[in-house]
């Protein structure tokens, strides 16, 4: 715009000095219109220049002065406008997502104590006989405190921490489950684990009722730690167990109690040492059946 207005002004700057006629035409008095000054332009050569009368004059003046000052204020108005140019505000920046969590969820609880899994797989093996336990404890409780349910694949162990996860191979078929240990026994001779129902049924020992087997720990707790005892009796009735507590307190320390509610009964079981390895306890259960005539079970004092 304002190389437009330059343009005019310079075209209104000629006409004013004889280099044009257009403006100078639509702006003199009828009397000197531009088109009778061409006409006359033969008589001007002849006869010399025509002057126009004073008062056209000065009112030519005043206009063309008044013309450049209209042109000179438009000029600084447009240059104005021309500065102030609209501000814009930035758009606001967008939330970016969050980054995925590459954090593991938490995982269900199961209802037993939770311990760090630092058991290496199969380097706890174990060879005899399995048995099954199933109606008659269905839904009391178990050793680590839940509740029994037949139909889950768990077990009953004497020396192995709760939560390890033990394979059981079934040796007569080749059949295995993993269990997860959740309770104590079988606290009979010759038998080294109770199965679920559900777990004896996998590896088809329900109808014979037991199985010669193998375990291998494969996850959970590291079966090598912890503290064992051996167990030399249990009895329905409190004092005989307190009677042979007393027996045997003479000889080893600690001799303890444990209250155990069974289907049946409530028994009282007896149990001596607190040694620091499955090996040490099974030392002091070879001495409990030689010296004292004891039936003896090695077991881990849960605690």
Known sequence: MEERLSRSLSIFQRQRSGRGN???AATLPRPYNTENLLNDEPRRQQNGPIVMPRKHQLKQRIFGRAMILSMLALALIVSGCASRRPQTTAP?????????????????????????????????TEQGVASWYGPQFNGRRTSDGEVYDMYQLTAAHRTLPFNAVVRVTNLRNGKQVNVRINDRGPFVANRIIDLSYSAAEAIGMVGPGTAEVRLDVMAGPDPNLGFFGVQVGAFQVKENAERLQRQLSVRYTPVTIAEFDSPNDVFYRVRAGRLPSEAAAHELATQLQQQDGAVAFVVRLDE
């Open 92 to 124: 606001a920046t967008a939330p970016q997502p969050s980054a995925p969590s590459t954090s593991r969820p938490a995982l269900p609880s199961t209802g037993a104590r939770q311990t760090p899994a630092t058991a290496t797989p199969d380097e706890y």
């Open 22 to 24: 257009g403006f100078l």
